[in-house]
């Protein structure tokens, strides 16, 4: 498994705004992606984050509202965008190491938008 | 969207009863992964199953997984209050992408 750490952990924001949230691992993965909790719901995949390249992003998530940098292979940023009420949400960084497919994900950035 | 079903979507059971949670999913896969998850934090990964594999134990965890009926469960025997949680099954292709079941609320009561 991986070490998995996400800056903030939780933040409160205001509407219009924007957040970037950090996702650190203690090794070298080869896969990152994001996902986004709702309250009460399951887990979204919003994007696998491609070092070095374009994310690749899910149907219902675009690039605007959502950019996604990579540049090496222990880090990633998500960042939310001209945020809404709708966007509170956790957001999870997730990793996959080795060629077991076993994915770890991060402690989850706990999102409130007013 | 969400790959499939889990039911029940709540359940309810004495400590030592057994807990069985079950999934359902639509499309091929390579893996099915099961996670926990405490009110809201972050997921821990309980056990992954690869398509070509039937039942696979790690500890008090049972998992079997059905590829014809497209369907897995999850048995936690001898449950603990500290078991309750929100279980969720996870569907792997070779991308590693992962699309999750709506998830079970485990309660487990002292």
């Known amino acids: 498994s991986a070490v998995i750490s996400q800056k903030p952990s939780r933040d409160i924001c205001q509407r219009g705004t924007s957040l970037t949230i950090q996702c650190q691992v203690d090794s070298q993965v080869t896969m990152m992606f994001w996902y986004r909790q709702q309250p009460g719901q399951s887990l979204t995949l919003i994007a696998t984050?491609?070092?070095?390249?374009?994310?690749?992003?899910e149907s219902g998530f675009v690039i605007d509202k959502f950019p996604i940098s990579r540049p090496n292979l222990t880090f990633s940023t998500l960042t939310v965008s001209n945020m809404s009420p709708e966007d509170s949400s956790i957001y999870l960084c997730s990793v996959v190491t080795g060629g077991s497919y076993e994915q770890y994900f991060g402690p989850g950035t706990r999102l409130t938008v007013t | 969207s969400q790959q499939g079903e889990e039911d029940p979507q709540a359940l309810s059971i004495q400590e030592g009863e057994n807990a069985t949670m079950n999934c359902s999913y639509k499309t091929s896969i390579n893996n099915l992964q099961w996670y926990r998850q405490n009110s809201g934090r972050g997921l821990v990964h309980l056990i992954l199953i690869r398509s070509n594999e039937r039942e696979k134990h790690s500890g008090r965890l049972r998992v079997t997984l059905d590829t014809s009926k497209k369907s897995s469960s999850l048995l936690i025997t001898a449950s603990r209050a500290a078991d309750t949680a929100s279980y969720f099954c996870a569907t792997g292709n070779q991308g590693g992408k992962l699309i999750f079941g709506q998830g079970t609320e485990l309660s487990v009561k002292p």
């Open positions: 984050a491609n070092q070095g390249s374009e994310a690749t992003y």
